[in-house]
């Protein structure tokens, strides 16, 4: 089973994520992934913000309750600093909000760390990232969207991996302890090209729950990923 030691190494991480799961099964779909998988990616979507509603506080807590795996929680709505701490009160590991939705981001990234949980930014399709790469240090993680944020499904977009190896740089010249996530299309044919960007946390849905074995499915994506990870610059001098 996956352990919080395993979730702060550098290795690259695994998050299936819930929204292609089937959700007349939800525990059982938690629990297929269970022995496997370094975070549980929950969606969470209020119909404003990107046009879908998924899970919301009562659900997200049953999954807590039931989840072996530490929840990333990645909240696609309007007005994150009202329900981001919550969110971090039921238990999760990690809650991104997203950069577009967010007028003082750093404010709410020390509101998060406050509440004993690990604060992430979010980065949808059509903006760029340069804004952010000097707030970094606020962060413990910023999802990089390689589709437009809403639905699961989509086709990865290459060309937003332009964004990861930015934010890798940017990380790697200032020292920063900082997972790099990729949410979008992510499957056995596109997670080598973002862990060589400089991703290391991998967002998998239709590539996990669509596969006959989920289990299987995540050794295989992780090991693609690890054979496709650059050393980090301490990594190489070592």
Request: glycine content about 8%.
């Amino acid at each position: 089973m996956p352990t919080l030691s395993n979730v702060r190494s550098n290795r690259p991480l695994i998050a299936p994520s819930l929204l292609s799961a089937d959700f007349a099964r939800l525990a059982s779909e938690v629990e297929r992934v269970g022995d496997d998988a370094d975070w549980l990616h929950v969606d969470v979507m209020d119909n404003h913000f990107v046009p879908n509603l998924t899970m919301g506080p009562p659900i997200v807590k049953a999954i807590a309750d039931v989840s072996r795996v530490p929840l990333d929680c990645h909240l696609m709505i309007e007005d994150p600093k009202r329900w981001a701490l919550g969110y971090a009160e039921l238990g999760a590991y990690n809650v991104s909000f997203h950069a577009e939705a967010c007028d003082d981001p750093v404010g709410l990234a020390r509101d998060l760390r406050a509440a004993g949980t690990k604060a992430g930014l979010a980065i949808d399709r059509d903006t760029p990232i340069e804004p952010y790469l000097g707030m970094l240090g606020e962060f413990d993680t910023v999802l990089i969207m390689t589709i437009k944020a809403g639905f699961g499904g989509q086709a990865f977009i290459p060309e937003l991996l332009d964004k990861v190896r930015l934010l890798r740089n940017a990380r790697d010249s200032g020292h920063v302890e900082l997972r790099i996530e990729v949410d979008g299309g992510i499957a056995v044919d596109t997670i080598a090209a973002a862990a060589e960007a400089g991703a290391d946390a991998f967002v998998a849905g239709t590539a996990v729950y669509g596969a006959d074995d989920p289990a299987e499915a995540i050794r295989r994506l992780r090991a693609l990923a690890e054979a496709a990870t650059p050393l980090r610059p301490h990594e190489a001098t070592e």
